[in-house]
């Protein structure tokens, strides 16, 4: 079997081969200190306090990134599904690279001590000190948990689950939150993030399908809801 056959029936292969890429320039982007950084800032973010708490949405990101794509891939009969909300992650995730490099960007909001330290501070502390404040507009964590939760609300199995949907949508706007809530993100880069996605879904979920197969929804799908 050539590689192109073998793509053309696994084309989830292309996410495998695009996840180890995007890690590599992630990780490079990460390890820049010799250029000037723009801070990122806004009033909002002033009014926003620090709230620890908000770490247990934050770690449940990763859960609920591989859970939604895993559990969408194993919907065989609507895969249309799965390629739209990966092709979404991709598009986004490398403008997102593409924005660092060129804006080299970063924010100033980390607590400088925690005056209540707890076991959630002491998750928080292990967190700044192995992702830099560096690279945050418009912030992948947003970006990724709004892509997911759509992809999850538009799935045929949750059309009429309205509780599941609900549930996913709180999930995501927790999620959001907590990257303000952490002072890991600042409000501009939760809008920015918003605005990028909504940049793209039109593409992916509109466009693109009446012109690429396998992006094609299957007679019995549906239309995606937010």
């Known amino acids: 079997m050539t590689w192109k056959n073998f793509l053309k029936n696994n084309k989830h292969f292309l996410f495998i081969l695009y996840f180890p890429a995007y890690m590599y320039c992630f990780t490079w982007l990460e390890a820049r200190d010799d250029i000037p950084f723009t801070t990122i800032h806004c009033i909002v973010d002033d009014w926003i306090p620090f709230c620890e708490i908000f770490i247990i949405p934050y770690l449940t990101w990763f859960l609920y990134v ?41 924010q100033t909001m980390r607590p400088a001590e925690f005056t209540n330290p707890n076991i959630f501070t002491d998750i928080i502390q292990f967190i700044y000190a192995n992702d830099t404040d560096t690279n945050v507009l418009p912030s992948i964590h947003v970006y ?83």
């Not at 990966?86 to 690279?97: E, Y």
């Not at 990724?144 to 549930?167: C, D, E, M, T, W």
């Not at 396998?214 to 809801?225: A, D, I, K, W």
């Open 66 to 106: 591989v859970v939604v794509l895993l559990y969408l891939y194993f919907q065989r009969a609507h895969l249309d599904n799965f390629y739209r909300c990966v092709f979404i992650l991709m598009l986004g995730m490398s403008t997102c690279l593409f924005v660092y490099y060129i804006f080299p960007n970063a």
């Open 144 to 226: 990724n948990s709004i892509a997911i939760h759509v992809a999850f609300a538009g799935s045929p199995a949750f059309q009429n689950r309205k509780g599941f949907r609900l549930g996913s949508l709180l999930l995501c706007t927790l999620i959001c939150l907590s990257t303000m809530f952490l002072k890991q993100h600042s409000f501009l880069d939760v809008i920015t993030a918003l605005a990028l996605y909504f940049i793209y879904y039109p593409l992916i979920y509109r466009i693109l399908p009446k012109k690429l197969d396998f992006l094609r929804c299957t007679p019995s799908g549906q239309e995606s809801n937010l």
